[in-house]
Every structure is written in structure tokens, then in C-alpha cells.
T-cell receptor, first 112, second 116 residues
Framework: KQEVTQIPAALSVPEGENLVLNCSFT??????LQWFRQDPGKGLTSLLL?????REQTSGRLNASLDKSSGRSTLYIAASQPGDSATYLC???????????FGAGTRLFVKA | ETGVTQSPTHLIKTRGQQVTLRCSSQ?????VSWYQQALGQGPQFIFQ???????GRGNFPPRFSGLQFPNYSSELNVNALELDDSALYLC???????????????FGPGTRLTVL
């Protein structure tokens, strides 16, 4: 059974700091891994999608890596801003059944 | 280009009742997935539809059922509501990926369901 874990559960950093969010999964039989952002009470916004054959993806100040063999992904946020404050979720789409499994998220607060 | 829309925004029901939630996919998307998100948790996958057929299902009982229409809009139906069904219900659509359902998912704003 696929399980997705995100560490830390919450994080508070000063503006301008570079930070890393971690995601681990127990089964490497995945199609892809996706990172999302969720603002309170809102839907999810897709940030980056990494296919299982890829190692990383970049968009602006965000960089996500994937190590399928070790079951790990990291989301790197450069030069954090107060507007980055949100919950960040990672999700894997598993082979055999097309289920998407989410972690519980990391709540990020960037202080001005 | 119109994004994913969901209706209603909020809904209050009593235990034992039935509810229907609606989702309109983003233009050009033919796959839709439904999720349940309890407070403080990540979304839980309910099921996915591709071309009006169920393409995958999570660990939810049969009283959770769905439909996808020829225009790729979708409904989530929940019968015999229980208190634990109170949650944010999210719909996501995606363009055709290969295999089906493995492309980027675009989420709607959700429907907040409260069961009393």
C-alpha cells in the first residue's frame, strides 16, 4: 500500500530564506509525482509535475527533484516571500489502478 | 480559457440524506477525478472517470458514486450521508495523458459539505 509522508508538518521562515520541503513515498511503482500549493479553504494549484523517468523540474523560484529508487522528492523554494505562505502538498500517481495518493502537506509561513 | 468549476460552494445536509456535487472540467480535458479532504489532511482519492467510464477507485464505499457526461462534466453522488462525510470535496480535470489519468491535474475550488 502506497503511503506518502511530508516533513516537516509546519515551517516558519523569515523572508528571503531558501528552503526545502521533503516528500517520501513507500512504493516506487509510480507514473509521476506532483507538487501542489493550497491556500486556506481553497482548491489546489499545480506547481510542478515530474514524470517517473525524470529527475527534476524547475519553474521560476521552484525546483523539484525526484529519486524514485529511494522514494524521495524535494521541493526547493528560493528567496522565499510572504506570498509563498500556504500548504504545500505532494502526490504520487501509482501504477495499476491510477490512484493519486497525497501526503498531509507542509504548512509554510514566510515572515515579512 | 475557463478553469475547473464546482457547484455548489457550500452545502449543509443531515445524516441519512443524499447529495449531488457537480464539476465542470477545464476546456479540452477528458479525465476527471474526485477527492475528499478532511480538515488538516491531504486529499483522499475517491475515483477517476475517463470518457464516461470509471478508470480508478480509492477506498470509498459504494454509497459514493459518480457520473461523467459526454461534455466531460461530472457528478459525485453520496447516499446515506454520515457525519464523517463532512469535508471539502475537490474535483480535478486533466488532459489526455498516456497512460490515461497520468497528466497534470487542475483542481476546482471545491464544495464544502457539512453533515449534521
Amino acid at each position: 500500500k502506497q503511503e506518502v509522508t511530508q516533513i516537516p508538518a509546519a515551517l516558519s521562515v523569515p523572508e528571503g530564506e531558501n528552503l526545502v520541503l521533503n516528500c517520501s513515498f513507500t512504493d516506487s511503482a509510480i507514473y509521476n509525482l506532483q507538487w501542489f500549493r493550497q491556500d486556506p479553504g481553497k482548491g489546489l494549484t499545480s506547481l510542478l509535475l515530474i514524470q517517473s523517468s525524470q529527475r527534476e523540474q524547475t519553474s521560476g523560484r521552484l525546483n523539484a527533484s525526484l529519486d524514485k529508487s529511494s522514494g524521495r522528492s524535494t521541493l526547493y523554494i528560493a528567496a522565499s516571500q510572504p506570498g509563498d505562505s500556504a500548504t504545500y502538498l505532494c502526490a504520487v500517481t501509482v501504477t495499476g489502478g491510477f490512484k493519486t495518493i497525497f501526503g498531509a502537506g507542509t504548512r509554510l509561513f514566510v515572515k515579512a | 480559457e475557463t478553469g475547473v468549476t464546482q457547484s455548489p460552494t457550500h452545502l449543509i445536509k443531515t445524516r441519512g440524506q443524499q447529495v449531488t456535487l457537480r464539476c465542470s472540467s477545464q476546456s479540452g480535458h477528458n479525465t476527471v477525478s474526485w477527492y475528499q479532504q478532511a480538515l488538516g489532511q491531504g486529499p483522499q482519492f475517491i475515483f477517476q472517470y475517463y470518457r464516461e467510464e470509471e478508470n480508478g477507485r480509492g477506498n470509498f464505499p459504494p454509497r459514493f458514486s459518480g457520473l461523467q457526461f459526454p461534455n466531460y462534466s461530472s457528478e459525485l453522488n453520496v447516499n446515506a450521508l454520515e457525519l464523517d462525510d463532512s469535508a471539502l470535496y475537490l474535483c480535478a480535470s486533466s488532459p489526455r495523458g498516456y497512460p490515461v489519468g497520468t497528466d497534470t491535474q487542475y483542481f476546482g475550488p471545491g464544495t464544502r459539505l457539512t453533515v449534521l
